[in-house]
């Protein structure tokens, strides 16, 4: 989109803000050397792999520093619209097919077809208008799966090894969006965080399930 991009919420206009999401994985070939050339630094148990390490704890910390590095590099980096008075969020084409991906081995559902099947199947309108049309949105809940993690029960001795147990928590998550301009609208970042997070799926069942409106 090309000029002052307005806050469906009506705030005023938007700004495009960098984010980097250090838990998305894209291809940077530099990122996956850095990574892959920091494992021998790390790896080793009773000397460090190169002469000129003179310990294994600067070893370690060589390796640790070349996987950051690298970790970093090859995270996902996204500009997306924000709205800093009631941090709305705005996905254009590009972010939603790198952030809404499947959770990569095929288990559950690819969120961004998902929400675009979704939204070209909805009937209902939003109460806001697309910033770049300027035509109603649709609006569409969104059926996800959470896996958390649940710290025990302290009062409950069980084994050191069994710390955490995961949990799966069912949410419905909000959005509007624009088919024709294929865009997203969050009417709060934790939102669209919520949905992105590499923890959250949209389960194969929800296939089957009749999209909602309101």
């Not at 049309?133 to 609006?139: F, H, L, P, Q, V």
Request: glycine letters at 8%; one cysteine or more.
């Amino acid at each position: 989109m090309s000029g002052d991009v307005q806050c469906p919420g009506g705030c005023g206009p938007m700004e495009y803000k960098t984010n980097r999401n250090l838990k998305i994985r894209v291809a940077d070939p530099i990122g996956y050397a850095l990574m892959i050339a920091g494992i021998p630094f790390i790896a080793v148990k009773e000397a460090p792999p190169f002469d000129f390490v003179p310990n294994l704890m600067v070893s370690y910390a060589i390796g640790l520093g070349l996987v950051m590095l690298g970790a970093y590099r090859a995270s996902l980096v996204t500009t997306d619209l924000s709205c800093n008075t009631c941090t709305g969020v705005i996905l254009e084409s590009k972010s939603i097919d790198q952030k809404l991906k499947g959770d990569g081995f095929g288990l559950a559902l690819n969120k961004a077809e998902y929400i675009r099947t979704a939204l070209s199947s909805s009937i209902g309108g939003s109460v806001h208008d697309c910033p770049d049309c300027g035509e109603k949105m649709s609006s569409v809940e969104i059926p996800i799966e959470v896996h958390v993690s649940i710290e025990p029960d302290e009062s409950i001795l069980i084994p050191d090894a069994i710390e955490r147990q995961l949990s799966t928590v069912s949410k419905i998550v909000e959005l509007d969006g624009c088919k024709e301009c294929d865009l997203l609208w969050f009417k709060n970042t934790k939102k669209e965080q919520l949905l992105s997070g590499d923890h959250t799926i949209i389960p194969k069942s929800a296939s089957k399930a009749e999209f909602e409106y309101h």
